[in-house]
T-cell receptor, first 117, second 112 residues
Framework: GAVVSQHPSRVICKSGTSVKIECRSL??????MFWYRQFPKKSLMLMAT?????????EQGVEKDKFLINHASLTLSTLTVTSAHPEDSSFYIC?????????????FGPGTRLTVT | QKEVEQNSGPLSVPEGAIASLNCTYS??????FFWYRQYSGKSPELIMF????GDKEDGRFTAQLNKASQYVSLLIRDSQPSDSATYLC????????????FGSGTQLTVLP
Protein backbone atom coordinates (compact mmCIF):
# COMPACT_ATOMS: atom_id res chain seq x y z
CA GLY A 1 0.00 0.00 0.00
CA ALA A 2 0.84 3.66 0.02
CA VAL A 3 -0.59 5.41 3.04
CA VAL A 4 -0.18 9.07 3.78
CA SER A 5 -1.35 10.54 7.06
CA GLN A 6 -1.91 14.11 8.14
CA HIS A 7 -2.11 15.56 11.60
CA PRO A 8 -4.19 17.19 12.83
CA SER A 9 -7.32 16.42 10.82
CA ARG A 10 -9.01 19.56 12.09
CA VAL A 11 -7.67 22.63 13.83
CA ILE A 12 -9.21 25.87 14.98
CA CYS A 13 -6.89 28.70 15.86
CA LYS A 14 -7.11 32.37 16.65
CA SER A 15 -6.07 35.04 14.20
CA GLY A 16 -2.38 35.86 14.53
CA THR A 17 -1.27 32.49 15.80
CA SER A 18 0.71 29.84 13.91
CA VAL A 19 -0.39 26.33 13.06
CA LYS A 20 1.76 23.36 12.06
CA ILE A 21 0.40 20.54 9.90
CA GLU A 22 2.29 17.28 9.55
CA CYS A 23 2.28 14.99 6.53
CA ARG A 24 3.75 11.51 6.87
CA SER A 25 4.21 8.66 4.44
CA LEU A 26 3.59 5.64 6.65
CA UNK A 27 4.75 2.71 4.56
CA UNK A 28 7.01 4.18 1.93
CA UNK A 29 9.73 6.73 1.42
CA UNK A 30 8.63 9.86 -0.38
CA UNK A 31 10.97 11.56 -2.80
CA UNK A 32 8.72 14.54 -3.14
CA MET A 33 5.80 15.86 -1.15
CA PHE A 34 3.24 18.36 -2.35
CA TRP A 35 1.03 20.75 -0.43
CA TYR A 36 -2.35 21.77 -1.80
CA ARG A 37 -5.06 24.09 -0.60
CA GLN A 38 -8.70 23.67 -1.47
CA PHE A 39 -11.43 26.23 -0.86
CA PRO A 40 -15.07 25.11 -0.71
CA LYS A 41 -16.38 23.82 -4.04
CA LYS A 42 -13.06 24.63 -5.71
CA SER A 43 -10.33 22.42 -7.04
CA LEU A 44 -6.98 21.68 -5.48
CA MET A 45 -4.43 24.43 -5.89
CA LEU A 46 -0.81 23.46 -5.57
CA MET A 47 0.96 25.61 -3.02
CA ALA A 48 4.44 24.16 -2.99
CA THR A 49 6.60 21.19 -3.82
CA UNK A 50 9.14 19.96 -1.33
CA UNK A 51 12.02 17.55 -1.72
CA UNK A 52 13.72 15.96 1.23
CA UNK A 53 16.68 17.96 2.39
CA UNK A 54 16.15 20.95 0.13
CA UNK A 55 14.12 24.13 0.07
CA UNK A 56 10.55 23.98 -1.08
CA UNK A 57 9.50 25.37 -4.44
CA UNK A 58 6.51 27.65 -4.05
CA GLU A 59 3.89 28.37 -6.67
CA GLN A 60 3.34 31.89 -7.87
CA GLY A 61 1.33 33.91 -5.41
CA VAL A 62 2.10 31.71 -2.41
CA GLU A 63 4.06 33.56 0.29
CA LYS A 64 6.97 31.42 1.40
CA ASP A 65 7.39 33.39 4.61
CA LYS A 66 3.79 32.78 5.54
CA PHE A 67 3.61 29.11 4.59
CA LEU A 68 6.77 27.53 5.94
CA ILE A 69 7.54 24.07 4.62
CA ASN A 70 10.09 21.71 6.11
CA HIS A 71 10.86 18.33 4.60
CA ALA A 72 13.23 16.93 7.16
CA SER A 73 13.09 13.27 6.19
CA LEU A 74 11.86 10.95 3.47
CA THR A 75 8.69 10.31 5.45
CA LEU A 76 7.81 13.68 6.95
CA SER A 77 6.97 17.12 5.66
CA THR A 78 5.45 19.93 7.70
CA LEU A 79 3.52 23.03 6.69
CA THR A 80 3.39 25.89 9.15
CA VAL A 81 0.86 28.64 8.58
CA THR A 82 2.34 31.64 10.34
CA SER A 83 0.30 34.56 11.67
CA ALA A 84 -2.87 32.93 10.41
CA HIS A 85 -5.81 35.05 9.33
CA PRO A 86 -9.43 34.10 8.61
CA GLU A 87 -8.73 34.08 4.86
CA ASP A 88 -6.26 31.23 5.46
CA SER A 89 -9.15 29.03 6.54
CA SER A 90 -9.16 26.18 4.06
CA PHE A 91 -8.69 22.47 3.52
CA TYR A 92 -4.98 21.67 3.29
CA ILE A 93 -4.00 18.41 1.63
CA CYS A 94 -0.58 16.87 1.17
CA UNK A 95 0.48 14.20 -1.26
CA UNK A 96 3.63 12.20 -1.82
CA UNK A 97 5.51 10.45 -4.61
CA UNK A 98 7.08 7.12 -3.82
CA UNK A 99 10.85 7.03 -3.92
CA UNK A 100 10.52 3.84 -5.91
CA UNK A 101 7.72 3.25 -8.35
CA UNK A 102 5.88 5.38 -10.85
CA UNK A 103 6.93 9.02 -10.49
CA UNK A 104 3.60 10.17 -11.87
CA UNK A 105 1.47 8.76 -9.11
CA UNK A 106 0.71 10.81 -6.04
CA UNK A 107 -0.76 9.47 -2.84
CA PHE A 108 -2.93 11.89 -0.93
CA GLY A 109 -3.28 12.42 2.77
CA PRO A 110 -6.75 12.76 4.33
CA GLY A 111 -6.46 16.54 4.59
CA THR A 112 -6.46 19.06 7.41
CA ARG A 113 -9.36 21.46 7.90
CA LEU A 114 -8.04 24.77 9.22
CA THR A 115 -10.40 27.35 10.65
CA VAL A 116 -9.01 30.68 11.75
CA THR A 117 -11.29 32.71 14.00
CA GLN B 1 -0.20 28.63 -18.51
CA LYS B 2 -1.08 24.99 -18.29
CA GLU B 3 -4.81 24.49 -17.88
CA VAL B 4 -7.16 21.63 -17.29
CA GLU B 5 -10.81 22.27 -18.01
CA GLN B 6 -13.84 20.35 -16.82
CA ASN B 7 -17.54 21.04 -16.88
CA SER B 8 -18.42 21.86 -13.29
CA GLY B 9 -21.82 20.26 -13.53
CA PRO B 10 -23.71 19.25 -11.61
CA LEU B 11 -24.26 16.15 -13.70
CA SER B 12 -27.19 13.96 -12.71
CA VAL B 13 -27.77 10.46 -14.02
CA PRO B 14 -30.24 7.77 -12.94
CA GLU B 15 -28.99 4.69 -11.17
CA GLY B 16 -27.75 2.09 -13.64
CA ALA B 17 -27.02 4.61 -16.39
CA ILE B 18 -23.65 5.53 -17.86
CA ALA B 19 -22.08 8.71 -16.54
CA SER B 20 -19.71 10.49 -18.90
CA LEU B 21 -17.18 12.97 -17.55
CA ASN B 22 -15.00 15.05 -19.82
CA CYS B 23 -11.73 16.93 -19.51
CA THR B 24 -9.54 18.94 -21.87
CA TYR B 25 -6.00 20.12 -21.29
CA SER B 26 -3.83 22.76 -22.89
CA UNK B 27 -0.29 21.41 -22.52
CA UNK B 28 0.56 19.19 -25.48
CA UNK B 29 3.57 17.91 -23.57
CA UNK B 30 1.38 16.33 -20.91
CA UNK B 31 2.35 12.77 -20.35
CA UNK B 32 -0.13 11.12 -18.06
CA PHE B 33 -3.67 11.66 -16.98
CA PHE B 34 -5.53 10.83 -13.81
CA TRP B 35 -9.07 10.69 -12.56
CA TYR B 36 -9.69 11.23 -8.87
CA ARG B 37 -12.90 10.94 -6.92
CA GLN B 38 -13.48 13.27 -4.01
CA TYR B 39 -16.29 12.95 -1.53
CA SER B 40 -17.33 16.06 0.34
CA GLY B 41 -14.89 16.90 3.10
CA LYS B 42 -12.46 14.18 2.09
CA SER B 43 -9.24 14.13 0.11
CA PRO B 44 -9.09 12.83 -3.46
CA GLU B 45 -8.72 9.15 -4.15
CA LEU B 46 -7.24 7.84 -7.37
CA ILE B 47 -9.66 5.97 -9.60
CA MET B 48 -7.73 5.52 -12.81
CA PHE B 49 -4.73 6.71 -14.75
CA UNK B 50 -4.02 6.51 -18.45
CA UNK B 51 -0.86 7.20 -20.41
CA UNK B 52 -1.58 5.98 -23.95
CA UNK B 53 -4.15 6.92 -26.52
CA GLY B 54 -7.25 4.77 -26.50
CA ASP B 55 -9.36 3.19 -23.81
CA LYS B 56 -8.45 1.69 -20.49
CA GLU B 57 -11.01 -0.28 -18.54
CA ASP B 58 -11.08 -1.12 -14.85
CA GLY B 59 -14.29 -2.63 -13.61
CA ARG B 60 -17.13 -0.19 -14.17
CA PHE B 61 -14.72 2.59 -15.11
CA THR B 62 -13.28 3.33 -18.53
CA ALA B 63 -10.82 6.11 -19.21
CA GLN B 64 -10.43 7.37 -22.75
CA LEU B 65 -7.51 9.44 -24.00
CA ASN B 66 -7.11 11.31 -27.27
CA LYS B 67 -3.83 13.21 -27.25
CA ALA B 68 -4.41 14.73 -30.69
CA SER B 69 -7.59 16.37 -29.42
CA GLN B 70 -6.12 16.93 -25.94
CA TYR B 71 -9.11 15.24 -24.44
CA VAL B 72 -9.57 12.68 -21.71
CA SER B 73 -12.81 11.24 -20.42
CA LEU B 74 -14.12 8.90 -17.76
CA LEU B 75 -17.12 6.65 -18.26
CA ILE B 76 -18.85 5.07 -15.30
CA ARG B 77 -21.09 2.19 -16.24
CA ASP B 78 -23.98 0.97 -14.11
CA SER B 79 -23.77 4.11 -12.00
CA GLN B 80 -24.57 3.70 -8.32
CA PRO B 81 -25.66 6.29 -5.75
CA SER B 82 -22.31 5.69 -4.03
CA ASP B 83 -20.61 7.08 -7.14
CA SER B 84 -22.06 10.50 -6.29
CA ALA B 85 -19.01 12.68 -5.73
CA THR B 86 -16.84 15.28 -7.39
CA TYR B 87 -14.56 13.86 -10.06
CA LEU B 88 -11.26 15.61 -10.62
CA CYS B 89 -9.23 15.33 -13.79
CA UNK B 90 -5.51 15.77 -13.28
CA UNK B 91 -2.69 16.05 -15.76
CA UNK B 92 0.97 15.42 -15.12
CA UNK B 93 2.94 18.34 -16.45
CA UNK B 94 6.15 17.89 -18.38
CA UNK B 95 9.46 18.81 -16.89
CA UNK B 96 11.11 17.84 -13.64
CA UNK B 97 8.61 19.35 -11.22
CA UNK B 98 6.43 16.24 -11.07
CA UNK B 99 3.38 18.42 -10.63
CA UNK B 100 -0.21 17.47 -11.11
CA UNK B 101 -2.49 20.15 -12.51
CA PHE B 102 -6.09 19.65 -11.47
CA GLY B 103 -9.28 20.62 -13.19
CA SER B 104 -12.03 22.27 -11.18
CA GLY B 105 -13.96 19.02 -10.93
CA THR B 106 -17.35 17.79 -12.06
CA GLN B 107 -19.99 17.11 -9.45
CA LEU B 108 -21.85 13.89 -10.21
CA THR B 109 -25.13 12.86 -8.63
CA VAL B 110 -26.53 9.40 -9.25
CA LEU B 111 -30.24 9.37 -8.55
CA PRO B 112 -31.68 6.20 -6.98
Amino acid sequence: GAVVSQHPSRVICKSGTSVKIECRSLDFQATTMFWYRQFPKKSLMLMATSNEGSKATYEQGVEKDKFLINHASLTLSTLTVTSAHPEDSSFYICSANKRTGNPYEQYFGPGTRLTVT
Amino acid sequence: QKEVEQNSGPLSVPEGAIASLNCTYSDRGSQSFFWYRQYSGKSPELIMFIYSNGDKEDGRFTAQLNKASQYVSLLIRDSQPSDSATYLCAVFSSGSARQLTFGSGTQLTVLP
